[in-house]
């Protein structure tokens, strides 16, 4: 009996080892492809090209989401008279690949309001960088971040700004890359924006902050509004929707 439950026991770690040596070889194949085809295809210009060629005329309020994959996701937008929405997110690009499609992705299009979510791509990358490849990482997120602000406010256009959403839990597989500095980053990122908000006056830009919107009092998630450690829920989206709309009916 006793050689039964140590041979079971053998086999379990075998089959375990097996399937964690799998999870792990298709994680390194899924960064090695994302890495790879950043190399190949540094930005994204085209990537909406025809979409916007074939936008018909501005006829009523437009109103343009723009970032990362959590802009992408962003598809239960709030039903607003008279307001077209168009999403111009791209998954896993950073502050920088974003800055690059600005022009052609938003101001041409000839928005009335911006909504912009973007960052946490630069700054996972924090958890596979060494000291100095850190400090730049943090220091062009925020350059990229205000460079891009301050291109709305000089062509007059409203934006709603939404804080770097925090990541949840990472997932086991993301643990090999991930570091604490993250969070930490994410925190120090939106709380100097919270504070340049409270401190200056740009009647063109609105702040959501995400955390206060997505976490209850107590610093807990809402209930069901992560996806998995980066992205959102459809109910994670409705808290989202509430606080644009607080900004947008009262003018």
């Known amino acids: 009996m006793k050689i039964r439950m140590v041979t079971l ?5 075998f089959v375990a080892s097996i399937l964690l040596n799998g999870g792990l070889l298709y994680a390194l194949k899924k960064y090695y492809a994302q890495s790879r085809l950043t190399a190949v295809f540094p930005t994204h210009e085209s990537f909406y090209r025809q979409a916007n060629l074939k936008l018909p005329p501005k006829t009523q309020k437009r109103i343009v989401l723009f970032g990362d994959s959590r ?5 239960n937008l709030p039903n607003i008279a008279n307001v077209e929405f168009i999403n111009r997110g791209i998954g896993g690009e ?3 690949q974003l800055r690059v499609r600005l022009e052609i992705d938003v101001l041409k299009l000839n928005p009335d309001v911006v909504i912009l979510q973007m960052g946490i791509n630069d700054l996972v990358t924090l958890g596979v960088a060494n000291e100095i490849e850190q400090k730049a990482i ?5 350059e990229n971040l205000n460079l891009m602000v301050e291109a709305l406010t000089q062509a007059h256009i409203q934006m709603i700004l939404l804080t770097i959403i925090p990541a949840a839990q990472p997932h086991p597989l993301r643990l090999m890359v991930w570091s604490d500095m993250i969070a930490q980053q994410v925190e120090e990122i939106n709380q100097s924006w919270l504070k340049r908000v409270a401190t200056q006056t740009n009647p063109f830009l609105h702040l959501i902050d995400t955390a206060a919107t997505l976490k209850n009092q107590q ?15 459809a109910t994670g989206y409705d808290h989202l929707n509430q606080a644009v709309l607080s900004i947008l009916q009262p003018h």
């Open 94 to 96: 950073t502050t920088a």
């Open 219 to 233: 610093g807990q998630w809402h209930s069901n509004v992560n996806r998995d450690t980066l992205h959102l829920t």
């Open 71 to 75: 802009i992408q996701e962003w598809q």
């Open 138 to 142: 943090i220091r062009q997120c925020q």
């Open 9 to 13: 026991f053998f086999i379990l770690l």
